[in-house]
């Protein structure tokens, strides 16, 4: 019976045609329509969708969780495996074993990977972040200079605060060389601009156009601003790591521009209310003082001040005359008091300085005798210590026939002849001078 003929099982032939799927490795891209993504599950099943067909999908837990990638309806993906079969239901499936996100997923997938790394940092604490200058004099906008969100920020500007300087610092916001380009911005601001507060920003776009405030060169340049730095990123579904990591996130540049700059008409407003609260805090302490200058005015003793004055004036030419008649008395007494005084030291002199003098010579006999036994030992002391050194003295070795060499360098003394070779230079250094030699002939000594 030839092959055409022979019949087999249905269970032959879905192991046929599982092994023949299995041999088809291929990678596919698609849309992720479907997804169970479920705890206790031993694997993740998913369908993908094109314009003309579905694709069953599974793929084992262990392989989804080391991928790194979270499934959701809508994704782009793209995934790597082979064709399986499922015998005892008799369906088709693809077996992924490599799966990553494709296109604008991809770059979510980074974006959220160096966001989770900055914000370990710590570049995204609340605590980390400044407050805006409440009347900033110059603010810093960087930005393109031919895009809305230029024009934007400067009619903002002009309508709420006028009396604030712009300095722009044009750059790319797109492409490649744009995180680049913002970096430098930045620092050209902060660094020579004398800038209160820097506005960083741009009109809407889609979500690769934003990559550039995605970038890590970006991010740690608006951390390391010295100033504040407020973000204004017309894309408001989605929040770039600029706008994470900077002080504060506005939706677009003008709301920007609003957050750093106070309205002059709520300046005008404050200003009003505040002078209000000043003139009637000032006409209640005029009022107050008025009534406690009016009440001490009707006191008896300040509206007679003689009745006030009597008494110590009493008191004072009363003092006045005592300190007349006492005062020739008291000189009179202290004189006394002061030649008393003067006979008694002359008399206590006469006795006092015989009696010490004698005893300050005979101190002085003794001072000389000490200091001039106490000098001869110390010399004789000193004369030792100086025959000492001069016996360790490597002069006075030189000075008895022996001399030292040194190498070419004059800096390493020649120990051994074995160190040196024929045709070396040599220094010789002798008690008086010193010698360049040549060495012609080594000889050692065992």
């Keep these: 019976m030839t092959d055409e003929r022979r019949t087999i099982s249905v269970s032959d032939a879905m192991a046929m045609a599982k092994v023949a ?17 479920k705890p206790g599950y031993k694997a993740v099943y998913f369908t993908l969708r094109d314009e003309g067909a579905a694709m069953p999908c599974l793929m084992w837990r262990d392989a989804y969780a ?45 974006v959220a990977a160096l966001a989770r790394q900055l914000e370990r940092e710590g570049l995204m604490r609340p605590d980390r972040k400044r407050p805006l200058p409440p009347f900033p004099q ?32 044009g750059v790319r916001v797109e492409g490649d060389a744009a995180p680049a380009a913002i970096v430098s911005g930045l620092e050209t601001l902060y660094r020579h601009g004398g800038i209160d507060v820097i506005i960083l920003g741009r009109g809407g776009g889609s979500y690769e156009d934003l990559m550039p405030f ?10 390391a601003s010295p100033v504040p730095v407020v973000t204004g990123i017309g894309h408001e579904p989605d929040t770039t790591i ?4 900077s002080d504060l996130r506005a939706s677009t540049p003008t709301a920007a521009a609003e957050a750093v700059a106070p ?15 000043l003139a009637r805090a000032l006409r209640h302490t005029i009022r107050d003082g008025e009534h406690r200058v009016r009440a001490l005015a009707q006191r008896h003793v300040l509206r007679d001040v003689s009745g006030v004055l009597a008494v110590p004036a ?34 206590a002199a006469a006795h006092v300085l015989p009696r010490h003098g004698s005893a300050l010579a005979l101190a002085r006999e003794r001072l000389l005798d000490e200091g001039e036994r106490f000098t001869k030992s110390f010399e004789r002391q000193v004369a030792l210590e100086a025959a000492r050194l001069e016996d360790l003295s490597p002069l006075g070795i030189l000075s008895r ?46």
Excluded: W
């Design 138 to 169: 110059r603010i810093g906008l960087v930005t393109s200079p031919r895009g809305k969100a230029v024009h934007d920020v400067i009619r903002t500007l002009r309508r709420r605060y006028p009396y604030a300087e712009l300095c722009i610092a």
């Design 242 to 245: 600029a706008d994470m990591v």
């Design 263 to 277: 309205s002059t008409e709520e300046i005008e407003g404050r200003l009003r209310s505040q002078a209000r609260l």
């Design 66 to 110: 080391s991928c790194g990638a979270e499934l959701r309806a809508g994704q782009l993906v793209e995934v790597g495996g082979t064709f399986t079969a499922y015998p005892p239901k008799g369906r088709m499936q693809f077996l992924v074993r490599s799966l990553a996100l494709a296109g604008e997923g991809a770059l979510r997938m980074q």
């Design 401 to 446: 026939g022996y001399a030292v060499c040194y190498d070419e360098t004059g800096e390493r003394i020649v120990r051994d002849a074995g160190s040196v070779g024929p045709g070396t230079r040599v220094g010789v250094r002798l008690a008086r001078g010193s010698l360049g030699c040549l060495v012609e002939e080594i000889r050692t000594e065992e």
């Design 314 to 347: 009493q008191r004072l030419d009363a003092a006045r005359a005592d300190l007349l008649r006492a005062g020739p008395r008291l000189i009179e007494e202290a004189g006394e008091r002061m030649a008393r005084s003067q006979d008694g030291m002359r008399r």
């Design 214 to 223: 995605n970038a890590e060169e970006v991010a740690r340049a608006v951390v």
């Design 21 to 37: 799927l299995e041999r088809v490795q291929v990678r596919v891209v698609g849309e992720v329509s479907e997804c169970t993504v």
